[in-house]
Nanobody, 121 residues
């Protein structure tokens, strides 16, 4: 089992920045890809970004490419999401997720409880 806890959410004005963190604990000796998703009320959970175990493979959703950056520090069992140029459409609950293997294929196996990001005008 892998436990995930997100932090860093909050309220920010349009054009601002936030950095989300996700700390992993539990079965952290295994190699696993990580990802960020987000969800707004009434909508399905949306993929945002993913990163492989070594960081050699990264993917972004079109909606955030060029504005968001995913990174990780395996020694600290932490993955980050740097979010710049935030707009109102970025308001959502952001979830950290871990896959069962080194690359992000299929659906994640583990999820964090989520952190709220609210962008105001």
């Amino acid at each position: 089992q892998v436990q995930l806890v997100e932090s860093g959410g909050g309220l920010v004005q349009t054009g601002g920045s936030l950095r989300l963190s996700c700390a992993a604990s539990g079965r952290t000796r295994s190699s696993y890809a990580m990802a960020w998703f987000r969800q707004t009320p009434g909508k399905e959970r949306e993929f945002i970004a993913a990163i492989s175990w070594t960081g050699d493979s990264i993917a972004y959703a079109n909606a955030v490419r060029g504005r968001f950056t995913i990174s990780r520090k395996n020694a600290e069992n932490t993955v980050y999401l740097q979010m710049n140029s935030l707009n109102l459409e970025d308001t959502a609950v952001y979830y950290c997720a871990a896959y069962g293997g080194a690359y992000y294929a299929g659906s994640p196996n583990y999820w964090g409880p989520g952190t709220q990001v609210t962008v105001s005008s």
